[in-house]
Each structure stands twice: as C-alpha cells, then as structure tokens.
C-alpha cells in the first residue's frame, strides 16, 4: 500500500464545479481528510485529497485527471506519494 497527496486545480471554476469535483474524487476512493499519527482526522485544504492504495502514482494521477474531467473544466492535476506527512492548522474533521 503507498499513501498519495493530490491536488487538483479546475480552471475558471466555480463553487459548483468543485462540489462536483468532489463527489467524483470521492467515488475514485479519494478523501478529503487526513488521519494523523493521533488518530484524528482532519480536514485537508481545498481541493487536495489524500488516498492509500495499491496503485501506482500514474495510477492515481489518471484516476484523479478522469475525476476531473467529469467536470468539462481544463485542470491540472499534481501527485505526490509519502511516507510520513505533517502539517499544521489544519482543522479537526468531526
């Protein structure tokens, strides 16, 4: 299992269209929260999701480019796999 961050950014986007990049994201297996080695769940910022897989980065790239196509806006999509991942100000998910 590999663990990713990913961002997506919608060209010229609207509210809407984010709320429907969402629910694609989400249908792909995609979250936007993050467990932390707390055990607590928080919210990502906007328009990145984590996800833990057995896919390849190009996988997870393809999956996340098709998520976002289904919104018919220009995107550009950026995959990074972790091992460890840290932040900070990021609010609690309840």
């Known amino acids: 299992m590999a663990s990713f961050i990913v961002r ?4 010229n986007a609207r509210y809407e269209d984010y709320l429907a990049l969402h629910a694609a994201m989400a249908a792909r297996g995609f979250s936007r ?3 932390g080695s707390n ?18 980065a190009e996988q997870v790239r393809q ?4 998520a976002a196509t289904t919104t018919g806006k220009a995107h550009g999509v950026l995959v990074a796999q972790y091992s460890s991942c840290l932040w900070s100000g990021l609010p609690k998910a309840s």
């Open 8 to 11: 997506v950014e919608l060209h």
């Open 33 to 35: 929260t993050i467990l």
């Open 39 to 56: 055990g607590e769940n928080y919210h990502l910022p906007t328009a990145e999701y984590d996800i833990t897989t057995t896919s390849t």
């Open 63 to 66: 999956a996340a480019d098709s």
